[in-house]
């Protein structure tokens, strides 16, 4: 394959064609239609990231019955458990019914009664939800086309072209056989590119940190990576997720065990459902299963037809035949933990700016790391509905700042530094022997997926944990592929490895449990000691950590007395 | 996913075409064929059994057969008795 130089150049590069590189690709050629705005996509844009095969809802607040305030409070009690920042999450509140109106103008159906109002569905005392159709992305895109976004497809991001702390571009490479590889000149860039999964799970776990590693090689800091553990229940054979199965769990003696954790129905899993499941297990009380009926633990699914897939929307059919599939393998309801991971730990202020000069982080990548959902691996962040509209608020902050910005144009890239990434990029391609990516990438699930290891952590355990990710990190440098496929599973190795050593990092170094983070050694929240965000860098090619005090006393909602 | 072994049925009869299929995969599983305007299954050891291929196609060309027993959720089962 011959490798062909491509020079290209534009004021703005959004990496990932998702819901929130939509977005704000959108939002930035309303405001200014002369920006030359450029998306690069490793799959296609509109069929990207986790927005077009999740749960496809949008959070809805009811602003008339709730204030912003009374969410915020139930939020930090609840579920962020005071590590967030109360403004990020009171101005994403207070934009909800912004953002349903841009959806709803840029072509997404999102559903309407008669009287023009959304048709909303309640969820609970501060949240409700709307469906939307799962081609919310495709319609995200053809609007981008019109409004003459450039899009590049099948283009995966290498690296970032950084000079005294100044974005002034990026390196990116074809996915297919053709041998493009690009050098792209940007005054600004923002990653759009999901969170971390490894490469794990089915469905919605489709981030692979792409960005995040690469704002970590740049130099960007990283906050909250501790938080993305999150491990949902799946039935035991077909692995399909059961959503809210946490409240209906029974251990093999027919015990209730959901009231060993909760007294009440959660927004959404805790990490307490994990560890019970462990501790039942380990007690010889298993397999744990579900159990529908009377309440507590609610009405059975409804059992039903097989149904017509010829007269479906695609939302509705991919839905269905998700669903027949696990109907069709497992005949009971045992449930095991699989990991989902959700890591987004790019360090972003309230204007998705990372701390490097010129980059922006937005949606999944920088969830936990804009500190908005707090002590808890997002999205959604046990907050349903709010993986989509993250998204969007992310990107419409960006963006906002972004028209607002000063355009200078950067320093030229030299040949050399052009050269520099080609070889990092294409170095699988032509190396005569080394290691399948997927040896590492099952190294690091090794590390990651055992509930015992990351959700429920003691010392010694993230010590068996971390002999896995050592073995990857000794392999990583000498992966080899043989086409343009495998070079990217070799980047995304090198992705998830980092991940999951930034996840151990820092859970090593947070003693005590909050929120969704939990350890058997220290089973205690310690807001003396740790009401701090953990703040992973990249210093010189080493790891390192320092923390930082939440500015508690300057938020509405303060520590209980 | 990694390592598995879902298999993927393509009824090239039905196919019209369209290149949705191809778009929808975010796995890079299927490639398209230029000249015979159809897709190619070119990496089916990648495949996450999403469906979306499935889901997207209007003309019933593509079927996914999981197998399920060759993905691994990695607990640690046997310490747990």
């Known amino acids: 394959m011959e490798i062909k130089k491509n020079v290209l150049s534009c004021d703005v590069l959004i990496a990932g064609g998702g819901v929130g590189g939509l977005t704000c690709a959108i939002e930035l050629k309303e ?21 077009n095969k999740g749960g496809g809802v949008l959070q809805y607040f009811q602003l008339d019955k709730i204030t912003p305030l009374d969410f915020l409070r139930f939020h930090v009690n609840e579920i962020g458990c005071f590590l967030g920042d109360q403004n990020v999450m009171l101005k994403y509140v207070e934009m909800n019914h912004g953002m349903l109106d841009k ?80 050098t792209i000149s940007a005054k600004k860039a923002v990653l759009a590119t999901g969170s971390q999964n490894y490469r794990f799970g089915s469905m919605w776990g489709s981030g692979r940190g792409d960005g995040i590693a690469i704002a970590y090689r740049a130099g960007a800091e990283m906050r909250n990576a501790e938080f993305g553990n999150f491990s949902q229940l799946v039935r035991y054979k077909s692995h399909h997720e059961v959503v809210f199965g ?42 744990v299963h579900l159990e529908f009926g009377p309440p ?36 009971d309801f045992e449930v095991v933990p699989s990991l989902i991971g959700e890591q987004s730990c790019i360090r972003t202020d309230g204007n998705m700016r990372t701390t490097v000069e010129g980059l922006y982080a ?43 910005a000063e355009y200078r144009d950067p320093e030229p890239i030299a040949e050399t530094e052009i050269n520099e990434s080609l070889d990092y990029t294409y170095a699988p391609l032509f190396r005569d022997e080394g290691y399948d990516p997927k040896e590492v990438i ?59 050593q930034m996840h151990y990092f820092a859970s090593r170094m947070r003693k005590e449990s909050r929120g969704w983070f939990l350890r058997e050694d220290y089973p205690e929240t310690d807001n003396k000691n740790w009401l701090k ?14 923390t930082e005090d939440v500015p508690i006393e300057s938020y509405p909602v303060k520590l209980p007395e | 996913m990694i390592g598995t072994n879902h298999r993927i049925e393509f009824d090239p009869e039905k196919c019209v075409g369209c290149q949705m299929c191809y778009k929808a995969c975010f796995v890079d599983v299927i490639r398209w064929d230029e000249a015979a305007r159809r897709p190619i299954f070119k990496y089916v050891e990648d495949c996450e059994h999403c469906f979306c291929c499935m889901s997207v196609c209007r003309r019933d060309a593509i079927r996914v057969i999981p197998d399920h027993e060759s993905e691994h959720l990695l607990q640690h089962f046997d310490r747990y008795r």
């Not at chain 1, 669903?323 to 393998?329: G, L, R, T």
């Not at chain 1, 936990?368 to 959902?373: I, M, R, T, V």
């Open chain 1, 246 to 287: 946490e409240n209906n769990m029974y251990n093999a003696k027919g015990e209730f065990i959901t009231k060993n954790f909760t007294d009440h129905r959660q927004t959404d899993i805790p990490s307490t459902a994990i560890r019970e499941w462990y501790v039942q297990m380990m007690a010889g009380n298993g397999p």
């Open chain 1, 103 to 182: 959806l709803s103008s840029w072509g997404v159906s999102v559903p309407k009664n008669p009287d023009g109002s959304y048709n909303v569905m309640p969820t609970g005392p501060f949240t409700a939800m709307i469906r939307v159709e799962l081609d919310i992305t495709l319609r995200m895109r053809q609007r981008c086309e019109k409004l003459g976004v450039r899009i590049l497809d099948k283009t995966a991001l290498s690296g970032f072209y950084v000079k005294d702390g100044r974005i002034r571009g990026a390196s990116a490479y074809s996915i297919l056989d053709d041998g493009n590889f690009y």
């Open chain 1, 362 to 404: 937005i949606g999944d990548c920088s969830y936990c790391g804009s500190g908005a959902p707090g002590a808890v691996p997002a999205p959604p962040g046990r907050n349903r509905g709010s993986g989509i509209l993250n998204a969007v608020f992310a990107g419409i902050v960006a963006a906002d700042d972004l028209a607002a």
């Open chain 1, 296 to 331: 507590p633990g609610g009405a059975a699914p409804e059992k039903k037809d097989p149904p017509d897939l010829s007269k479906m929307s695609y939302g509705d059919k991919f839905r269905t035949l998700n669903w027949m599939d696990s109907q069709s393998v497992d005949t």
């Open chain 1, 31 to 51: 405001q200014n239609p002369a920006l030359d705005v450029m998306i690069i996509e490793k799959q296609f844009a509109g069929f990207g990231g986790k927005a």
């Open chain 1, 533 to 546: 965000w953990i703040i992973v860098k990249n210093v010189n090619g080493q790891m390192t950590a320092e």
């Open chain 1, 442 to 500: 099952r190294l690091v699930q090794e590390a990651m997926a055992p509930s015992e290891y990351s959700v429920y952590m003691r010392e010694d355990r993230m010590d068996e944990a971390m002999k896995f990710v050592d073995k990857a990190a000794a392999m990583v440098d000498d992966l080899k592929a043989s086409d343009m496929h495998g070079v990217l599973s070799c980047h995304e190795a090198e992705y998830i490895l980092l991940s999951a």
